[in-house]
T-cell receptor
């Protein structure tokens, strides 16, 4: 079974731009969660999508948004990029949801803001 | 908000030794999970332990959970150089109508050959 695939692996943007990251979950998994990982704040939950609906949301500003398609693939968008958005963005999938089942992570997208 | 906090922040041992990492959390939980992250990679799930369980084993890994002390420990026995990674605990958080996994800052384990 193929694992969670995130594209691209690396991305360099400048302040003010916007970016879209992609995540393909494990086949059959309906829940996709997104996390931001930085050295200072650690791993922080962004949001979770389940069956094309945002089910849970973390404490990030509205510049961070996402969506999920009918094939469970998910995209995350960040608008008006700031230097502090530089981070490793990880997505994770599970069958039904994150709290009761193991999460399967992709290798992330490393976003650098210049 | 940080729910789980790992201790120590960093640990360096020799191959063959045992490694113990601890996790403390603040509020009641339904389950606790441990993950491993190799440098530059995603997290890999190790063990999930439910609040009504006290101990769980998986190969060379042993996880304990003490809900009265709000703490968990991960023991890696007979460590190998390949165990070098960061280890995170994660707890379920159900506040403010939102459910999510909350991760600690992690323990960075170095196993020297």
């Amino acid at each position: 079974k193929a694992g969670v695939t995130q594209t691209p692996r690396y991305l360099i943007k400048t302040r003010g731009q916007q970016v879209t990251l992609s995540c393909s979950p494990i086949s059959g998994h309906r829940s996709v969660s997104w996390y931001q990982q930085t050295p200072g704040q650690g791993l922080q939950f962004l949001f979770e999508y389940f069956s094309e609906t945002q089910r849970n949301k973390g404490n990030f500003p509205g510049r961070f948004s996402g969506r999920q398609f009918s094939n469970s693939r998910s995209e995350m968008n960040v608008s008006t990029l700031e230097l502090g958005d530089s981070a490793l963005y990880l997505c994770a999938s599970s069958l039904e949801g994150s709290l009761h089942q193991p999460q399967h992570f992709g290798d992330g997208t490393r976003l650098s803001i210049l | 908000s940080q729910q789980g906090e790992e201790d120590p922040q960093a640990l360096s041992i020799q191959e063959g030794e045992n490694a113990t990492m601890n996790c403390s959390y603040k509020t009641s939980i339904n389950n606790l999970q441990w993950y491993r992250q190799n440098s530059g990679r995603g997290l890999v799930h190790l063990i999930l332990i439910r609040s009504n369980e006290r101990e769980k084993h998986s190969g060379r890994l042993r996880v304990t959970l003490d809900t009265s002390k709000k703490s968990s420990s991960l023991l890696i026995t007979a460590s190998r150089a390949a165990d070098t990674a960061s280890y995170f605990c994660a707890t379920d958080d159900r506040k403010g109508g939102s459910e999510k996994l909350v991760f600690g800052k992690g323990t960075k384990l170095t196993v020297n050959p």
